[in-house]
């Protein structure tokens, strides 16, 4: 196959994956707009797609500023979480005994609504950022480690006794072997995660931020709702699930690089 | 120095209560290479992991005895019927992985590593994946990792069981020439008489229910090229060895 073909097909090949949703998308915002042209709704219960373009253009230096806050938040939570969510991970396969003593404990904090706990993390952490990273962290940190101590435990037995034979150091059995071979469930676990630390940053400052000259997406919401601007809502939660987007994105490239040489989930 | 391997009614009952091997004898020379085969569920695997003191046996010992009446500790490798490879890693890197794990400095261990795959026939593909091999290549590598620490004892699972008969055949030549030339004690386990015969300074027969040592050949050959297989004298030892089997076989049913 020549050059100019082979690049022909990759990009009929994205094209093939942009396409579709696309096309969905458009066809999803002109029913909408539609509905409401015909209906008429009071703009307070449903604003049209174009009153929601209008609004994110008018409060574009907004959006962008609350984008920024909630997702370096987002983030910054996200890398504790994926560092809690590995080490301890780690930790629980490495040793049967924390395993039995740990993980179901694990399972039932996973299930205490966030929300329900969210003002504690205001008594523990004030007012600010570090409610909303905190709360970030808690709501992300489990998927990876469910991910890593999966991925961890269905290691090889055949490698495992290789590396039993040629006399490894735990240590070394856990960076060359157990860590590696994980790795694949855990940026599956990482990716689900990258979602969910978005919405743990917007809860925590439902709860904990405070506005200041420049204000996160969780505070834009709950003020915009005070005012009545429905429509600023709307455009602040279609910015929140685009911050969410793209760290799942980031996520997603940075594993496929790492694992599109040897695996098969990357091909 | 390793002298001879003594395998003294080495005795392995699984906690299940399978007696898996009931009092194999067996004298091995420093040096030699030994191949055993038989039926499947014998013991042949159960006999090899006792040897490389991957597992204990039950009743019995394995002495290894060096020079003056001393014991010694033989540095072993495995090979297995997989081939093991971290999906992960070069093919130079996984073949240098023993002597990663065990401190070698990297010069060293590139070097080393490098070396042992040219020998092995894989020198082109040292910085391809293993997913990138076929099973034959992935067999050499594997081969090549067993013998980068160059070992005194090499125990071999069914190391070519899953490649097809023609790679087999080239895999069974590399493995004498290796052997002729790096001077380990050699222990491998197969399914095929054909190979058995082949490669075996002694082909050691064993029977099933309760896993045991039923028959020994030393074939003699003037010379083992891959022309040998076809020839009169090597279908009589394959024969004898068939024919040793199956009376282990009978024996068992009546
Ligand atoms: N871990 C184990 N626990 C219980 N029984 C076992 C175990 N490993 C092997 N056995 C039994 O011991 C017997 C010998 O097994 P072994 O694996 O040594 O046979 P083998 O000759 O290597 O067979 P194959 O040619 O199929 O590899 C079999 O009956 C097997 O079921
Ligand atoms: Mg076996």
């Given amino acids: 196959m020549n050059e100019r073909s082979r690049r022909g097909s990759t990009v009929r090949g994205s094209a093939d994956a942009i396409i579709p949703p696309l096309t969905v998308v458009v066809v999803l915002l002109l029913v909408w707009q539609g509905a409401v042209s015909l209906f008429a709704p009071s703009e307070f219960l449903v604003p049209a797609p174009l009153a929601v373009a209008r609004a994110m253009g008018e409060s574009r230096n907004a959006l962008l500023a609350a984008a920024w806050m909630t997702g370096s938040s987002a983030a910054i ?27 179901p404990i694990a399972t039932l904090l996973q299930m205490v609504p966030l929300v329900a706990i969210a003002p504690l993390l205001v008594v523990w952490c004030g007012y600010g950022v570090r409610t909303t990273i905190a709360s970030a962290v808690i709501v992300s940190v489990f998927p990876v480690l469910a991910a890593t101590l999966d991925g961890m435990r269905s290691t090889d037995p055949g490698l495992v006794e290789l590396f039993a034979i040629n006399r490894a150091s735990r240590v070394q059995r856990w960076w060359k072997l157990e860590l590696p071979w994980a790795i694949p469930s855990i940026v599956t676990g990482l990716r689900i995660s990258a979602g969910l630390s978005v919405i743990g940053a917007i809860v925590g400052e439902f709860v904990g931020a405070f506005a200041g000259d420049q204000s996160p997406v969780g505070i834009l919401i709950v003020s915009a709702i005070r005012e009545n601007r429905t429509d600023l809502v709307f455009a602040a939660v279609s910015v929140a699930a685009m911050v969410g987007f793209a760290l799942f994105g980031m996520v997603s490239l940075v594993g496929w690089m790492l694992l599109r040489r040897w695996h098969a989930s990357a091909a | 120095m390793l002298q001879r391997i003594e395998l003294s009614h080495l005795g392995r009952v699984y906690e299940d209560g399978c007696v898996a091997l009931a009092g194999a004898s067996l004298e091995l020379r420093a040096g030699s290479i030994t191949v055993l085969v038989g039926p499947s569920g014998c013991g042949k695997t159960t006999l090899l992991r006792l040897i490389g003191g991957l597992d204990a046996p039950t009743s019995g010992r394995v002495l290894f005895h060096g020079a003056e009446g001393l014991l010694v500790q033989p540095r072993t490798a495995f090979a297995f019927q997989e081939p093991r490879l971290l999906p992960w890693r070069t093919v130079l890197a996984n073949v240098a992985l023993p002597l990663e794990l065990a401190g070698v400095p990297v010069a060293e261990r590139a070097e080393r590593a490098t070396a042992m795959l040219k020998r092995v026939g894989l020198g082109n593909a040292a910085r391809k994946l293993p997913g990138q091999l076929s099973g034959g290549m992935r067999m050499r590598a594997s081969i090549a990792r067993a013998l980068v620490t160059a070992p005194q004892l090499l125990l071999l699972d069914e190391p070519f069981g899953a490649v097809d008969e023609i790679a087999r055949h080239a895999l069974d030549d590399l493995l004498r020439s290796l052997w002729s030339e790096l001077g380990m004690t050699v222990v491998m386990v197969t399914h095929s008489i054909v190979e058995a015969t082949y490669v075996g300074e002694r082909v050691v027969v064993m029977a099933p229910a309760p896993g045991r040592i039923v028959a020994e050949f030393s074939p003699q050959f003037m010379d083992r090229s891959s022309a040998l297989r076809a020839t009169p004298e090597f279908a009589a030892v394959t024969a004898e060895v068939l024919r040793a089997l199956g009376e282990a076989m009978v024996e068992e049913h009546s």
């Fill in chain 1, 77 to 103: 939570g996200f890398l504790i979480a994926a560092f809690i969510g590995v080490t301890l991970g780690s930790m629980l396969a490495a040793s049967r005994f924390l395993m039995r003593g740990l993980y």
